[in-house]
């Protein structure tokens, strides 16, 4: 796996997954806390010229910066179960139903990191793998919440709801509810689907409610990742007015 950029190779290091890294000498200046804690952790270090770094990158900005590190640590469905039911009411995953596009799921993973949800749970099927063009559209912060694959996406929403959660499809049409009307009270897991096609029929039919987003500008959707965005922030705010004096 490459980082690239700083966010993404101090992302790296605070996981452990950073094992070198190429940095420009213009840059050793404003990165010295980086480097030293890189160095404590074993990892190699080079100074590199810019255009050793272009080439590295590949044309990819990179911003001084390049490191190199073992493959992205997913982490165990039984761990996010754990997290769900020790948060209760409190607890928020997400689940994304053939979202095949890097670039969404790097933004969609920025903004779940974000929003602190407990676990986002990706198909090993119908779905991008977090890579390093992940790694870059989320910013860095792929590796801030758990992420984990899983066979069968619907069967993984059947053992959420056996722990307790309640499942929100987010989906236009017939059928669904104003998302501004729910209140979010109980633990929650929202499925998102891929532009277009939406949540696959067997993901709707697991689904204990379907919801939407009013548009009342006429525009038919949002992206996919924005989407993600409005309605993790939709959950913390109906929670936060909850607790609010």
Known sequence: MRYLGPHACEEALARGELHTVWI?????????????EARGA???????????LDR?????RHQGV????????????????????????????????????????????????AAAVDGVI???????????????ASAGTAGRVPVCRVVNLGRTLDDLKEAGAWIYGLAAG???????????DRATVLVLGAEGEGLHLKIRERCDGLL????????????????????????????????SP
């Not at 074993?42 to 050793?52: K, L, N, T, Y």
């Not at 590295?56 to 990819?60: D, F, N, T, V, Y």
């Not at 761990?79 to 095949?100: C, F, M, N, S």
């Not at 992206?223 to 607790?243: D, G, I, P, Q, Y």
């Open 212 to 243: 939407h987003i009013p548009m009342p500008g006429g525009i038919e959707s949002l992206n996919v990742s924005a989407a993600a965005a409005v309605t993790l922030f939709r959950v913390l705010a109906c929670r936060t007015r909850e607790v």
């Open 56 to 60: 590295r990158g590949q044309g990819q």
């Open 122 to 136: 990706l198909p090993e099927r119908r779905s991008a793998a977090v890579n390093e063009t992940v790694v870059r």
């Open 42 to 52: 074993g990892v190699v270090i080079h100074r590199e010229p810019m255009e050793g």
């Open 174 to 184: 017939e059928g669904s509810r104003d998302y501004l009307r729910e209140p979010f």
């Open 66 to 113: 390049l490191g190199e590190g073992g493959p992205f640590a997913y982490a165990e469905f039984d761990d996010i179960v754990t997290r769900l039911k020790a948060k209760g009411e409190a607890a928020l995953v997400l689940a994304l139903d053939g979202i095949t596009d890097p670039h969404n799921l790097g933004a969609i993973l920025r903004s779940a990191a």
């Open 24 to 36: 420009a000498p213009a840059a050793f200046g404003r990165l010295a806390k980086f480097i030293a």
